[in-house]
């Protein structure tokens, strides 16, 4: 079992930039893929970024690439995204995620744990 606390989330102005923090307590935290998704209201769950449990590899969504970069730190726990040149349509919750699957992916039934999300407001 893995608990995940999200922290970082506000409100912003379009160009700003956020940096999200993600807490792991439980299991091996060093042994899971870590991910970011968010959910606009109205809108389905949708991938953001991932990163594999050694941190070699990411992945994006198409509409972050440039923007948005995660990271690790599996010393202290914690997955981190850093979010640069905001835009309105960035707001969203945003949720942590962890899982076990050999490679990231950006399917959502395929991770297994979930953080309760954080609040990210962009303004025009």
């Known amino acids: 079992q893995v608990q995940l606390v999200e922290s970082g989330g506000g409100l912003v102005q379009a160009g700003d930039s956020l940096r999200l923090s993600c807490a792991a307590s439980g299991r091996t935290f060093s042994s899971y893929n870590m991910g970011w998704f968010r959910q606009a209201p109205g809108e389905e769950r949708e991938f953001v970024a991932g990163i594999s449990w050694s941190a070699g590899d990411t992945l994006y969504r198409d509409s972050v690439k440039g923007r948005f970069t995660i990271s690790r730190d599996n010393a202290k726990n914690t997955v981190y995204l850093q979010m640069n040149s905001l835009k309105p349509e960035d707001t969203a919750v945003y949720y942590c995620?962890?899982?076990?699957?050999?490679?990231?992916?950006?399917?959502?039934?395929?991770?297994?744990?979930w953080g309760q999300g954080t609040q990210v407001t962009v303004s025009s």
């Open positions: 995620a962890a899982d076990l699957t050999p490679v990231i992916t950006s399917i959502r039934r395929h991770w297994d744990y």
